[in-house]
């Protein structure tokens, strides 16, 4: 449809109208939204160019029943004139047999070409038109301007009215995709073209007998041909579609939810027996898969789907007639487009000669694969055809190689290495405690600081013990006061002549001196009491507790509770490691037979260097490690002298030497093992 645009007159262009009738905008608004909505609905449908234009002009002049509108072409370069395509009551107005008119109407195209967008004009092409404006519509193919459309109107449309702007741009962008569809279905319709190209895809359909590599062919072959973004082949097994090959793809998770939902709407699409297509434009869709199409489209951004069932070819009825029986289902293709709203031309112009060829060839490969021995046969034969020539010399080579390496893995031994991992700590360390409930008041230390036996760490308080100070402290001062007034008492009753009063007075004297005597005593446990609140460093070393201040400070801590940790690092180091269980069997074995046991280190700082060492110790019972599980704690001296970089809890990475084994276990022992555990095989 595309055509050379007009040469540029002679004449200069007028301005795009602006001026509007506020009125009209909105009625103007809303009928154009709905010829465009018709619009979108003819664009799906199959139609020559010409009976388009002319049911466009009729959508868009349906609103008044004596509308008058005309579709105009691009000219040639030997015109210079606009060519009328198609019209609705135009020539009937006498406007083309006026030479006068007519020039002035082709003014009005030329205008119409030369402006950006759409414009509307008040014409002078005579009272034979009962509409005193004009409206040019560009029309584009691939972006070019190759005609107008033009509409004759009662009123001035404005077309920087955001409603009108967005209905007309929208009605530009559908004329466009038509015309664009319309070039795609010229191209298709050239047989010449698509025989080489079917030729060559039944070729490659039917060169193999599996029923797999057959989908698998048909999903990448006819994307192609029919020119989609997706083909998938979906397999009819278990009375369910599963999917079997997807083009561009090598394998796909069948797991997936995109499958999933694919695999159900495929088996609602089976079910009818008939092809299924959703464009998203007056689809009617089946109520028992509009549910899963939603979730697909969702999942997918799918924008076109087309599931074609794959029946198998009619059996010969009687007489060589077709047979009336229903047909097998194979399977089913589903054909996606993910940035077309429409499906391309090619898809319903081959769909029909490829879908019969992929139904035999699938048929034809399922048959011939339920022969007896056919797939042994083809292993065989893929064998005799890859062994022939100079390969099976190679072939012999390689399994003479192969069977030499494995007599000498497994006749040859050497010591079997068990490698962990551990850290370099110092062998003295103390954890400090708290005495008493209570809550950590001040911390006197930071992390990594070095203390002297005796210091300070931590103080706490405790609520309970300094209201007990208190109470006693006040008690004591009031039976001390009691005591003076009572003495007093005693002095005044000797100057008397009464014996009684001194009598009772000096017993008193000696209760208050007894209470006294206990609330001292009970004040001086109170204060030893105290004076376990005060944390101190039971040995020198260094603290290795990370951020004290802030894990301690206002917590509350219970008696026992673990504060701080302090480690000496001027003392013996040693390594704490921790060995699998699934390979500590081995080190028991060889520990019970040699106690010294030598070990290999290297610093993950300083993976260079290696330092020999040799086990202490092996832990009595088996751990929990967040990083390996159940594991076995082993612990190794090591000689530090010649470490350039030691510090608390450096990690290094060891290797133990145990009992003298053959090469093949000790490079595949951990499968076999691995098999004995899991699968009880002796």
């Known amino acids: 449809m595309a055509r050379p645009p007009l040469p540029t007159p002679p004449a200069e262009s007028s301005p795009i109208a602006t001026a509007s009738s506020a009125p009209s905008a909105a009625p103007v608004g809303l009928a154009l939204h709905a010829a465009v909505e018709q619009v979108r609905r003819l664009i799906t449908k199959d139609c020559a160019p010409l009976e388009f234009f002319d049911k466009l002009l009729a959508l868009l002049t349906a609103d008044h029943p ?352 068990i490698e962990c991992r551990g850290h370099l700590m110092p062998v003295v360390r103390r954890d400090v405690y708290a005495a008493l409930d209570g809550e950590v008041a001040e911390v006197l230390v930071r992390e990594s600081q070095a203390v002297q036996a005796g210091d300070v760490l931590v103080r706490m308080q405790s609520t309970p013990i300094e209201d007990s100070i208190r109470e006693r402290s006040s008690q004591l001062e009031e039976k001390l006061k009691r005591v003076d007034a009572t003495r007093a008492e005693l002095r005044t009753a000797l100057a008397g002549q009464s014996r009684e009063q001194p009598a009772r007075l000096q017993a008193q004297m000696a209760v208050l001196s007894q209470e006294i005597k206990t609330l001292r005593e009970q004040l001086v446990v109170d204060e030893a009491e105290r004076e376990k609140l005060v944390v101190k460093a039971p040995i020198a070393g260094t603290v290795t507790t990370s951020d004290p201040v802030k894990t301690l400070m206002g917590r509350p801590v219970q008696r026992g509770e673990t504060l701080l940790t302090v480690m000496d690092e001027t003392g013996p180091w040693h390594v704490e490691m921790s060995v699998p269980e699934k390979r500590a069997g081995h080190l028991l074995t060889w520990a019970a037979e040699h106690p010294e046991i030598a070990v290999e280190y290297r610093a993950v700082a300083r993976p260079e260097q290696t330092h020999p060492g040799r086990i202490e110790r092996i832990g009595d019972r088996s751990v929990v490690t967040p990083e390996l599980g159940t594991a076995v704690p082993v612990y190794g001296t090591m000689e530090t002298e010649t470490l350039p970089l030691r510090r608390i809890g450096m990690e290094v990475n060891a290797r133990l030497e145990c009992a003298p084994r053959s090469r093949l276990f000790v490079y595949f022992g951990e499968f076999q093992e691995y098999l004995q555990r899991n699968w009880w095989i002796e």
């Open 66 to 417: 004596a509308a008058i509108g005309a579709i105009w072409m691009a000219g040639t370069k030997q015109q210079n004139a606009m060519g009328l395509l198609t019209h609705l009551r135009f020539l009937e107005t006498g406007v083309m047999n006026d030479r006068r008119t007519s020039v002035s109407c082709q003014h009005l195209l030329i205008d119409g070409w030369q402006a950006e967008g759409p414009l509307t004009r008040r014409h002078t092409l005579g009272v034979t038109i009962p509409f005193p404006f004009t409206a040019l519509i560009p029309i584009r193919d691939s972006g070019k301007k190759i005609g107008l459309i033009q509409l004759f109107t009662d009123e001035e449309i404005d077309f920087e009215e955001p409603e009108i702007v967005s209905a007309v741009t929208e009605l530009i962008d559908l004329v466009e995709r038509f015309l664009r569809r319309a070039g795609q279905a010229e191209k298709v319709s050239d047989h010449g073209a698509f025989f080489p190209e079917f030729e060559a895809f039944v070729r490659r359909l039917h060169s193999s007998l599996d029923p797999a590599e057959t989908m698998l062919t048909a999903a990448h072959e006819l994307r192609p041909l029919v020119h989609c973004d997706r083909v998938t082949f979906l397999d009819y097994r278990r009375r369910k579609p599963v999917l079997a090959a997807a083009s561009g793809q090598k394998t796909v998770n069948s797991r997936s939810r995109q499958v999933q939902l694919l695999q159900s709407l495929a088996l609602g699409v089976v079910r009818t027996g008939r092809r299924f297509q959703f464009t998203g434009e007056g689809d009617e869709l089946p109520g028992d898969i509009s549910r899963t199409l939603a979730e697909y489209i969702e999942a997918s951004s799918a924008q076109v789907i087309l599931i074609e069932p794959v029946f198998a070819t009619s059996p010969a009825g009687k007489n060589g007639k077709p047979s009336t029986a229903p047909r097998k289902i194979l399977g089913a293709i589903a054909f996606e487009y993910f940035t077309e709203s429409l499906p391309h031309p090619a898809l319903a112009a081959r769909l029909a000669p490829c879908l019969e060829q992929v139904s035999l060839a699938l048929e034809n490969a399922r048959r011939h694969r339920r022969l007896t021995m056919v797939p042994g046969f083809q292993t065989a034969g893929f064998l005799a055809e890859f062994l022939r020539g100079s390969r099976l010399m190679w072939v012999v080579l390689a399994v003479a190689s192969l069977a030499w390496t494995m007599w000498f893995l497994a006749t040859s031994e050497i010591p079997l290495p």
